[in-house]
């Protein structure tokens, strides 16, 4: 397969992954409270995702002996079934296991589909290939609030978006199944992870990197968590407002990362972009406590800051980190997507330590203080051009 062909292909099935995802995120946190009650949400986000992280750190063995097509298209098979189960046993215990499955596929799957990515990449494409390659998750991030918003307005039925999602993955499984069949996987090097670690703690830029990636996973964790909880219970907004809040706070990500990527592989540094991205995230996340839930004009604008801010540090953080390994790096490539379970173990976690001696609205004022530490680590790194 031309690595063009492969690009267009994997950016086709990013999408339905994705979206899949994008469709159950915000409302998570809420349906798994009916069942465990707000104040244990963070515990099974953070049981699910250690549990991820662990997956993580065994799936390059199993790419190794199985190929990146047969585990992907496992996964797959896994979490469509998953989905229905949450789906089917909404009330009930069961509703706590399934939850906890469909937590912890997608970082596998990204982690696959890095690996289809990468063999389609050369170096001095990877700011463009990366920032169409998220241009495209983030289009499924960008529709994905309304389309919620749209079946929940309808009654808070949280079953109806479970099966949307898993709908949403049969193309996926078609793709696999047609296009990525004669996909040959890379010769993946037979690297511990723990070389892995030795490898990043010994330079200074994969170092940073991956610290300015764990700030960006730590804030997604909180906001992904907290703020739908904040908006849907603390200032009563309904679904479809909420929906449209997301929509607008999202649309940076569609707008920035790809043109963004193109700045970094032509004209500037990567680590100037970082910086930049830490302040406006940080500014813009420490407001939100302020804003009346009346002042929705501001509460869009501030949210659509913050992910100003972040599609500055997504996109970066992809384009240096890519720019540094290879295909057959799956291990360091594997622990760099395990910063997001990584991420929802360590924030939740802090972050519900925090509540226990302040409001739910002040978690972000506490966010924005902890995403400044970013701007020191960006500015340390060295730019790749």
């Not at 384009?319 to 291990?331: L, Q, R, Y």
Request: glycine letters at 6%; aromatic letters at 12%; hydrophobic letters at 55%.
């Amino acid at each position: 397969m031309q690595p063009k062909h492969l690009r267009r292909i994997t950016y086709a099935f990013a999408f339905f992954v994705t979206l899949h995802v994008a469709l159950i995120t915000y409302i998570n946190s809420n349906a798994l409270a009916r069942i465990v009650g707000q104040n244990h949400v963070d515990i099974v986000y953070t049981g699910g995702f250690l549990i991820a992280l662990v997956f993580l750190l065994v799936l390059p063995r199993l790419l190794r002996n199985n190929g990146d097509v047969r585990t992907t298209l496992a996964l797959i098979v896994l979490q469509i079934g998953t989905l229905c189960g949450l789906a089917f046993f909404p009330a009930s215990p069961l509703f706590v296991f399934f939850f906890l499955i469909q937590l912890i596929i997608p970082p596998l799957l990204y982690l696959d589909i890095d690996v289809f990515l990468e063999h389609a990449t050369k170096d001095e494409t990877t700011g463009r290939t990366r920032g169409a390659f998220l241009t495209f998750l983030n289009v499924a991030f960008l529709i994905s609030p309304l389309i919620t918003g749209f079946v929940l307005g309808q009654g808070e039925v949280y079953s109806l978006v479970y099966l949307l999602s898993a709908g949403v993955l049969l193309p996926a499984l078609a793709l696999i199944l047609v296009a990525f069949k004669h996909f040959k996987d890379p010769p993946y090097r037979h690297i511990e992870i723990v070389d892995g670690i030795r490898k990043v703690v010994a330079s200074k830029n994969l170092r940073g990197i991956f610290i300015s990636n764990f700030l960006l996973r730590c804030f997604f964790a909180v906001m992904t968590i907290f703020m739908p909880l904040y908006l849907h219970s603390e200032l009563q907004l309904p679904w479809i407002t909420i929906g449209g809040l997301f929509t607008v706070m999202l649309l940076p990500f569609v707008l920035f990362e790809y043109p963004l990527g193109r700045l970094a592989d032509t004209r500037f540094g990567e680590k100037e972009i970082l910086a930049c991205g830490f302040f406006v995230m940080a500014s813009a996340t420490a407001l939100i406590p302020f804003i009346p839930a009346s002042a929705l004009v501001l509460l869009s604008i501030t949210l659509f800051m913050t992910r100003v801010g972040a599609s500055a540090l997504e996109s970066m953080n992809d384009t240096f980190f890519f720019k540094h390994v290879s295909e057959t790096d799956t291990e360091t490539i594997a622990l760099f997507r395990m910063f997001e379970p990584l991420s929802y173990i360590i924030a939740p976690l802090l972050a519900g330590l925090v509540l226990v001696f302040i409001d739910i609205r002040f978690i972000f004022l506490v966010l924005g203080a902890v995403m400044t530490l970013g701007i020191p680590v960006a500015l340390g790194l060295r730019d790749t051009r």
